[in-house]
Structures are given as C-alpha cells and as structure tokens.
C-alpha cells in the first residue's frame, strides 16, 4: 500500500493508504501523543488491521502535542470532509490526544462509528481539574479547547474503552460518555494508559470488531482477561494500585517486577519502589538501567523527580 499526502500544512497532515478491497470503506486513524517531544511529522504507517481487511486508511498526524487544535483546524476538518466524502461507510479510531480528535472530528470525517481508547474529553484546568498533570500542556496548546460533542457527531456509535483504575481517565471517560451517549463503554481494569496496553496485539481484533459492527463487549473483556495472565505491565498497575492497601505485597511484587519483567515496565516498578523509599529500589534501577540506558523522556523526568525526593 503506496502512501498518498492527500493534506499537509505545518501543524496537520493526512496520508492515504488505498487498501485491496472495493475501496467503499475507510477507516480514519488519529495520532496519538509521542512519547517525544513532538516537533515536527513523523513517517506515517498503516494499521495493520486495515491491510487485513482490505479497506482504505486515512493516518491523521499532528506536528505539535496539540490535540489537533492549531490555527489549522478548520482547514483540516474540511480536508477530512473532502476525502471523506466517496466513502459509504467510514470508522474513527484514536488513542488518548487521538481519542479526543476521532470524537471532536468524527462529524467532519464523516464516521458512523468510533473507537475511543482512553481519550481525554478535556485538559482544560476549567473543565477538568481532576487532571492536572496535563494542565500544562493545555497552556502549550494556546487557544480554547472545544469539548468534543461541540463539533463531533453526537449520535455516533462505536466503542469507548478505558482503565477505571486510572482516576482522570475514569473521569474522562465519564463526561465522554455523557456527551456520545451512543457509544458502548467497556472497561478494561488496570489496562493502563492506554487502556488496551495489556491487549497490546489484540487492539487490532478490537479494531475489526468496529469495521464490521460487530462490537462484542464481553469478547474485548476477554481478550483483556486472557492476555492479562502473562502481562507484565498487567501486575505493574495491580501492583501500583495496590500499595496504599497492601503495600507490603505490592512492594514484593514491584521488587519481582523490576527484577525480571522486559525493560519498561521493570524501570517503572522500579521508579515506583524509588517513589515509596524502598530500600533495594536503587539497586534495580541501576542494573536495569545498565542495559536500557536511553529512558524515554516521561520516565526520565519521573526519575529525576524521585531523585530529587530522594
């Protein structure tokens, strides 16, 4: 599937990839936040579940941690209007940032269904205050951030799906959920951010599942049970989640987790033994450190603060 740049300004961009089928269908996929600072396009690619099925896909990138809220916006509802507009049937998938902008764009992209994975319904300190580590980020962005019924297709359907453990995203996904009542909500407990984290490969089943209209909570519910048997990222949060209880066990199995579990969530638990003072914390980290050397910039300025506490 040979990429087309259907629509670049500065801050947005839209990439077509022309899938094997009869081309009535697309499926239109927003950019969620890199972990990077985000300066700048990143190479686009297409979600492997749209080669599968055949279909068209529309990748959505954004230059900036913008949310797709720029003095471009109006040009890129319209140019997803204009793409949009041969299609007989057409999805919307985004995670967290490109949650928010598959709901405030799925009018303009013409969707009849949605998937939403962990979107923000706002970071407006205003509108929500329960989430004031993104507050900041609102101040970045510099202009009014529109709640996203005010533009998107409110009678839409598809899938919002969301860690309850998390208690912003559990507010977010409230007031989403009250603003598109039309989606079906599902739950994934201690999933993460996003909250498909422990389905990890399975988000493309999920995917399907919208394309077809066939969304069936209880299988996402069991795919997310299933896979969370062998995830270590599964028993990173369920231990977080459980140290203001049962900290004595928590911290047993953080120190297990950062131990043996794969890089990332071994330097998280960690990080979250550092937070608590644990004694053997430093230890873990170095040697995990040792061999990833180059953290991310969120787990890096997560350290230095837990150092800094330290």
């Known amino acids: 599937m040979r990429p087309e740049r259907l629509h670049q300004d500065r801050r947005h961009r839209i990439t077509l990839y022309r899938g094997a089928g009869e081309g009535r ?6 950019e969620h936040g890199r972990d990077q600072a985000m300066r700048g396009f990143t190479p686009p690619s297409c979600p492997r579940f749209a080669r599968r099925l055949g279909i068209d896909a529309l990748v959505v990138q954004t230059a900036r941690r913008d949310w797709f809220l720029s003095p471009q916006s109006a040009a890129l509802a319209e140019a997803l209007s204009l793409a949009t507009e041969a299609y007989t049937e057409v999805t919307a998938t985004g995670f967290s940032m490109g949650g928010y902008a598959a709901l405030l764009y799925s009018a303009a992209c013409r969707a009849r269904r949605v998937m939403a994975v962990s979107p923000q319904y706002s970071i407006d300190p205003a509108v929500a205050p329960f989430d004031p580590g993104r507050h900041e980020k ?4 510099g202009r009014p951030m529109p709640r996203p019924e005010a533009q998107g297709d409110t009678g839409i359907g598809g899938l ?3 860690d309850p453990s998390i208690a912003a995203d559990r507010a977010h996904a409230t ?3 009250a603003g598109f ?3 079906t909500v599902v739950a994934l407990p201690h999933g993460g951010h996003p909250a498909t984290g422990v389905i990890a490969g399975g988000t493309g089943q999920v995917a399907e599942m919208l394309v077809r209209d066939r969304v069936d909570p209880q299988a996402i519910r069991e795919l997310h049970r299933a896979a969370r048997r062998g995830s270590p990222a599964y028993r990173l949060r369920l231990a977080e989640a459980a140290l203001p209880r049962h900290p004595r066990r928590a911290v047993q199995e953080l120190r297990a987790l950062a131990a043996e579990a794969p890089p990332g969530p071994a330097i998280e638990a960690a990080l979250l033994l550092l937070e608590q003072g644990d004694g053997r914390a430093e230890a873990l980290l ?5 061999e990833e050397p180059d ?5 890096l300025r997560r350290l230095t603060r837990a150092l800094d506490t330290a």
């Open 295 to 299: 953290l991310p910039p969120r787990l």
């Open 175 to 177: 007031l989403v959920r």
């Open 25 to 30: 269908r697309a499926v239109v996929t927003f």
């Open 160 to 162: 919002l799906l969301y």
């Open 181 to 183: 009542p039309g989606l």
């Open 138 to 141: 609102f101040a970045r962005i």
């Open 286 to 290: 170095a040697a995990r450190l040792a």
